[in-house]
């Protein structure tokens, strides 16, 4: 059993976190007792330490919230979620790999330019 701090540590987030997700509906509050301290269960360092994990993989808080319902029905529909996330970041990754492609041969251009004052970069985001 853990005091929320003790949680929060353990899961190496804020606790500000943990009453995040509670408000958040991801994790569940513990009754606090008449004296004392709220008490979080394992199964409560688990659910954060799986929201962070799913975080790190790119889902939203929304999207996780899908997950945790998902987590007790069958693995096509997280599939198809996951899936889902998985185009999402491939589009992203195709964008930044023109954006990339874009700023190497703005700089080369900018390197190569013989004139002081006229700078390729700055022409390039004028209208």
């Given at each position: 059993?853990?005091?929320?701090s003790?949680?929060?540590?353990k ?5 500000e ?9 991801l994790l ?35 999207e ?26 491939e589009d ?5 790999l023109?954006?990339?492609e874009?700023?190497?041969s703005?700089?080369?251009d900018c ?10 970069i700055?022409q390039?985001?004028?209208?």
């Amino acid at each position: 059993m853990y005091t929320i701090s003790k949680l929060a540590k353990k899961a190496n987030v804020g606790v500000e976190t943990i009453r995040f997700y509670e408000r958040k509906g991801l994790l569940e509050q513990p009754i606090k007792p008449i004296q004392g301290y709220r008490q979080y269960t394992e199964q409560a360092l688990s659910r954060v330490l799986f929201i962070k994990r799913a975080q790190y993989l790119g889902f939203t808080l929304a999207e996780i919230s899908s997950l945790l319902i998902l987590s007790a029905s069958n693995c096509e529909d997280v599939q198809q979620l996951a899936e889902q996330k998985l185009a999402v970041i491939e589009d992203k990754l195709s964008d930044l790999l023109n954006l990339k492609e874009s700023l190497v041969s703005l700089v080369s251009d900018c390197k190569n330019n013989p004139s002081d004052k006229d700078c390729p970069i700055i022409q390039s985001l004028q209208p």
